[in-house]
């Protein structure tokens, strides 16, 4: 199906959108009618990939208080919604909307399209995002089975939607839990965003406890951004939806709320940070992390390339510093995929001369 086709479904849907939503919040957003059919597991929606920034190229949007109109109609792409549990509402085998502000988008027939202006498209896009983020690292060979890589996260992750009064969110690993955030633009809205914290929840899964220092958790910020996103990217690519913003750009349309010059970026996974340019803090010392994945990305490919770097992190330890990381990641680099693929991700660590590589 060409992207124009997906993008008039999306304009007929979301035209149609109020008379779905009135047979879906009917009695306060309770379940009024039957359940979908017994192992209906696919759904229908429109979400955000990643972001409408991206994917319009259109650094001048703005939040405008939730407004539909804040936003193209063309960024509204249509999706399936895998991986449901029947129940009607945004659970499922990768995500479960656990709490969220209003109602729950619950329907009958599996049908979930709202525009931004209705509070239930977030809880759709961290559904959405979540199951594709999962989805992806299984598509890697993370499934557990014979001859084949470890799971990862492999479970519904929870997950609160704008029930965290600030713009600002966080994977909360004892609670196993992924809260996003409000204010400015609704962390929801972008995919980027989620699948970050998602990234937070697949490193606690791995090492329970991850990020006890500095550095660790600067690897921690880093990944999340790194597969943020190669996600986005991924899913992009699979849907035929154009990358108008920068690939390496990280929150294009969240961060249109706090930044003043274009692009539009929280953090970019392309910078020319060094070891050397270390400032102590976990986000920007991040972006030294992230530029050596990206590098190594750029020339291995995405499925090389992040067999080998979400694997590596088994081996971390909670307190990893970058340079034990990054032998880590060698290592893993030689069993999986040989010298020269262990030689590329030296070369990518060396780059951000990292002491000792």
């Known amino acids: 199906m060409s992207l124009l086709t997906r993008r008039r479904m999306a304009a007929a849907a979301l035209s149609a959108g109020v008379a779905i939503a009135l047979v879906q919040t009917s009695a306060g957003g309770s379940a009024t009618a039957a359940n979908p059919a017994p192992n ?4 229908t929606a429109v979400v955000f990939v990643a972001n ?28 399936t919604l895998h991986d449901l549990d029947g129940s009607g ?16 988008a619950f329907s009958a027939t599996n049908t979930f399209v709202y525009d931004r202006h209705d509070d239930r498209f977030e809880q759709v896009m961290a559904y959405f995002w979540v199951t594709e983020a999962q989805r992806y690292l299984r598509g890697l060979g993370f499934t557990g089975q014979p001859g084949r890589l470890r799971e990862v996260n492999a479970e519904s992750q929870d997950l609160r939607i704008n029930q965290w009064g600030q713009d600002n969110s966080f994977s909360w690993d004892r609670h196993d839990l992924i809260k996003l955030g409000k204010g400015g633009v609704d962390d929801a809205e972008d995919g980027e965003v989620i699948v970050h914290e998602y990234g937070h929840a697949v490193h ?22 790194y597969l943020a996103v190669t996600v986005g990217l991924h899913v992009a690519g699979q849907l035929g939806v154009p990358v108008l913003g920068p690939p390496a750009c990280v929150a294009d349309w969240d961060s249109v709320s706090y930044t003043s010059s274009a692009p539009h970026c929280l953090r970019r996974v392309d910078t020319d940070k060094t070891y050397a340019d270390r ?18 990305r750029s ?8 067999r080998i770097i979400i694997e590596a992190q ?19 680099a030689g069993e999986l ?21």
Do not use: C, M
């Open 40 to 43: 209906t597991t696919d759904g």
């Open 52 to 79: 409408p920034v991206q994917s319009t190229g259109i650094q001048t949007l703005t939040d405008q208080k939730d407004s539909a109109s804040a936003v193209p109609a063309a960024a509204y792409i249509p999706v």
């Open 89 to 104: 509402y945004l659970r499922g085998t990768w995500a479960n909307i656990r709490n969220e502000t209003g109602n729950p």
């Open 204 to 225: 606690d899964a791995q090492v329970p406890g991850f990020g006890t220092s500095i550095e660790a958790g600067s690897i921690g910020e880093g990944f999340g951004d």
């Open 279 to 296: 400032v102590g803090r976990v986000h920007p010392d991040g972006e030294i992390w992230s530029r050596a994945l990206w590098d190594i």
């Open 299 to 306: 020339t291995l490919g995405p499925a090389v390339a992040d």
């Open 314 to 332: 088994f081996d971390f330890a909670p307190d990893t510093s970058f340079h034990d990381a990054a032998l880590d990641t060698i290592a893993t």
């Open 337 to 357: 995929a040989g010298p020269a693929a262990a030689n590329v991700v030296r070369q990518a660590f060396e780059d951000r001369e990292i002491p000792g590589i």
